[in-house]
């Protein structure tokens, strides 16, 4: 897929389709067939040995999802790709596939929550050891990685504050020692940042949220070297965690317009933020694109856009979060991100509701932060919300 020569948006729209036959689909037709007929005993044995292309079982390949991950791989410069159900099931599939008893693995500690758990639960279990660094502590990082290590997860930009780890640097370091080097690039999308050219073995999404873009489909996506895509694939054949044909449908519906979107998600997010950043009843901006922002040069070296996701903090406690986010018209107040239409909610009763105060304090997260996620709307109307919100507080 890496020799395609074409242009992201062309990509995105005919990378995943095949030659052209007469009278055919223009649209992916969506395939809920669980089991695909043979009639010809040799044909069949060959397309089950991989030897001739062609779908048994839906577990296993399926002819609306297989065009997805073609059409991933494509737009992520990518050997291969395979996809899952979620995204967690991306993650999860991938340690998994690539960990054993003995193993070390390095890991920021701002990485999403269920990754989280699987380094701080589930992996300890089978005996990886998870040395798990502060996310902007480079330094340690480095220094964590080169007592060697199988391979070193990262996450760029963090949930919920945004913080920009330098995949280039941290990348160096790891391959010094051996170790594999993944990335989550789930909130920044290979529009805006390409982990690959920077070093990165392995990138790998949450489809949930910016490539599928409408709330309406759940998935996950891993992208690397055929080699390891392959035995991740392996591994997910077995495990089951596969990809439904109907999300897959509506994830590949939404890679047509994710360079259009994200676009906008950038144009959307800076403004917002800029207009935040200045506003008298907010106390933090947390955004990559605000020359304030503690990673701001990193962010301007290794992303050309810097999102749709932002959070702030207001002056006072969470009451005035009680206040604000009912008095918002343009902003669903539900848990997950990344789509067409602006979402908020609080870390205190979203991602971060399990911890006590102290415990998000120490995480440098403070009880009146909001993450938002800018929308694709008219961003003067996203701005008058937030202001008619905020002068009522
Ligand atoms: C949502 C999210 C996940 C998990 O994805 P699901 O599709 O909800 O399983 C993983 N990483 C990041 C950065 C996310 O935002």
Sequence with gaps: MTDDPKNFSTRALWAGHLPPVAGEDVATPIHHSVTFGYYDMDEWFDVALDRKPGHIYSRNTNPTVRPLEVTMSSLEGSEEAVSFSTGMAAISNTLYTLLEPGDRAVAIKDTYGGTNKIFLEFLPRMKVDCCLCDTLDFDTIEEEVRKGCKLLYLETPTNPLLKVVDIERLARVAHEVGALVIVDNTFATMVNQRPLELGADIVLYSATKYLNGHSDAMGGIVCGPREIVDRVYHYREINGATLHANSAYLILRGLKTLELRMQRHNENGQRIAEFLHDHDKVDQVFYPGLPAHTNHDVARKQMDGFGGMLSFSLHGDFDQVKQLVPNLTHAHAAASLGSVATLIGPPRVTSHVEL??????????????????????????????????????
Excluded: H, Q
């Design 356 to 393: 006590t105060m102290e415990e998000r304090k120490a995480m440098g997260i403070p009880e009146s932060l909001i993450r938002y996620s800018a929308g694709v709307e008219n961003v003067d109307d996203l701005i008058d919300d937030l202001k008619r919100g905020l002068a009522a507080l």
